[in-house]
């Protein structure tokens, strides 16, 4: 299922946003449940790079989670050169997972910044524009002035996040002053709030700018420790934390006979629901109920069917309003020679978009095998090259290879039922006359009406649902 990478993902965004120290080294211990699940090491120092001084930050990160029953494993070396007023200029990202590695090299513009992905002997090029009038930094707390810290203050800046290969805003307010026992030790700290769009964490730092602890979604932790405790657990005396998939799962308050026969749900989701997670559009609708202590309960109304074969437009699709869903990018790099040549084979002469997106995706299901411990995004050849990975990595190679043969296909992520919860999944939609759910991971032509629609779009986008892992329950109303 898709939380482990959304999840994993999210740790290291957050060790990445609380990279501010005023030490040389920091070590932090990273839980979850009470029960450690990984360390992050940073330093900073000054180094040189193509003639010019630059304030460095190094950070590795290692997390040790299980999901599904295998364990995963990830590895994120993160290299950033800020200049004196704390504002990138350079970063390298590397991630390793499950035998697969993927790396970022970003330079930093006044107006954007171009980006190379590597991954599999395939490197793919990429501009991201910087809003206007942004304050872009390494840093997120440097907009606050870490020497000068006063409750009240507020900021929002922008960072580059190397897993959507976005520019994200980050919204920081000191709320209060705060003393912190720590291992015995009592630290005098200001507490700082910090709003993403991967979710909310509350900071705990000094008043020089050192973090002391982090608290972010599902209850992760992260907090200052030596060396030698940071490394307890996984390095040394590593015990299996609990699966990852069950504690993201969203329990249902009852069960679903044959879900993958489902035709209508209607369904609440309550608790922490991101309004822009709730998509309405031909095959959902979302209703909010207002409730007497000031929060809302999305209603989700879901209808499935079998699309009319007979209904398909055909080959190629050239409408202006399809184009961005044509187009290849990072992760769907359907333009590459490979990704293009296994689609013209797959579609062969056909001239029907419906029966060409079913193809492709009962091909992606027969030959590519599950593989739950890859905790890393992977552009569509690298996926191809392997030929396995989780829910993610099915979507993303359907939808590439759907592109590539002119299909108007978008990534699409949310929730869908399995032995009493809804955990977190990836599909896709492709337009064949209408837009279509296709789900190459579990390659049944009908989609069932349990999988709920929270993000559409690019593979980056589903990033997004971090913000409300563990904080959603479900209510079933009716099914049939």
């Known amino acids: 299922m898709k939380a482990i990478r959304l999840f994993a993902s999210a740790l290291i965004i957050f060790a990445l946003c609380c990279a501010a120290s005023a030490q040389s080294e920091t070590w932090m211990g990273m839980y979850v449940g009470g029960q450690k699940v990984g360390y992050t090491h940073i330093t900073f120092d000054k180094a040189q790079l193509e003639g010019k001084e630059y304030n460095r930050v190094q950070s590795y990160v290692k997390t040790r989670l299980m999901v599904l029953g295998a364990a995963v494993q990830q590895e994120v070396r993160t290299v950033v050169y800020s200049d004196e007023k704390s504002v990138p200029r350079f970063e390298t990202f590397d991630m390793t997972s499950g035998g697969r590695r993927s790396s970022v090299e ?80 009592v630290y005098e700290t200001f507490v700082v709030s ?37 490394l307890a657990g996984i390095e040394t005396g590593y015990t299996p934390p609990a699966d990852l998939a069950v504690l993201t799962s969203v329990k249902a308050d009852k069960g679903i006979r044959r879900p993958r026969d489902v035709k209508s749900l209607t369904i609440r989701i309550s608790g922490k629901m991101d309004p822009k997670l709730a998509i309405s ?3 959902q609708n979302v209703t909010w109920i207002d409730q007497t202590d000031g929060s809302r309960i999305a209603e989700f109304s879901i209808k499935a069917e079998k699309f009319d074969a007979a ?14 869903y044509l187009k290849p990018t990072v992760y769907l790099n359907s333009d590459s020679p490979e990704i293009k040549k296994k689609a013209a084979e797959i579609a062969g002469k056909n001239k029907s978009a419906y029966s060409t997106a079913l193809a492709i995706c009962t091909w992606v299901h027969k030959n590519m095998s599950p593989q739950a411990d890859i905790g890393i995004a992977r552009p569509a050849t690298d996926v191809l090259a392997a030929k396995y990975g989780v829910c993610r990595d099915y979507a ?34 492709s337009y064949v006359g209408k837009w279509v759910p296709f789900d190459a991971t579990l390659a049944d032509e009908f989609v069932d009406a349990t999988h709920i629609k929270l993000t559409e779009g690019d593979a980056g986008d589903m990033f997004q649902m971090a913000r409300v892992f563990g904080n959603l329950k479900a209510e079933i109303i009716h099914f049939e």
């Not at 590439?400 to 992520?413: D, E, H, N, Q, S």
């Open 194 to 230: 910090n709003s993403t769009p991967m979710g909310d964490l509350t900071v705990w730092m000094t008043e020089k700018g050192s973090v002391i602890k982090v608290l972010g979604v599902m209850g992760l932790t992260m907090q200052i420790e030596t060396r030698e405790t940071a």
């Open 311 to 324: 209904k398909s437009i055909k080959l190629p699709i050239k409408n202006e309003e399809f184009a961005a």
């Open 396 to 429: 993303v190679l359907y939808a590439a290879l759907a592109r590539a043969a002119g299909i108007p296909t978008k990534v699409v992520a949310g929730l869908v039922y399995l032995n009493g919860s809804f955990f977190y999944h990836a599909w896709a939609e």
């Open 281 to 283: 559009d031909a095959r």
């Open 106 to 185: 970003a330079k930093f513009g006044d107006k954007e910044i171009k980006c190379s992905v590597m991954a599999a002997g395939v490197t793919s090029d990429t501009a991201i524009s910087i809003p206007e009038g942004a304050s872009l930094v390494g840093d997120p707390m440097y907009a606050l002035g870490t020497d000068k810290l006063k409750v009240g203050q507020k900021a929002r800046m922008y960072y580059f996040n190397p897993i959507k290969l976005s520019v994200d805003p980050i919204d920081v307010e000191v709320l209060r002053q705060e003393k912190l026992d720590l291992g015995g030790r």
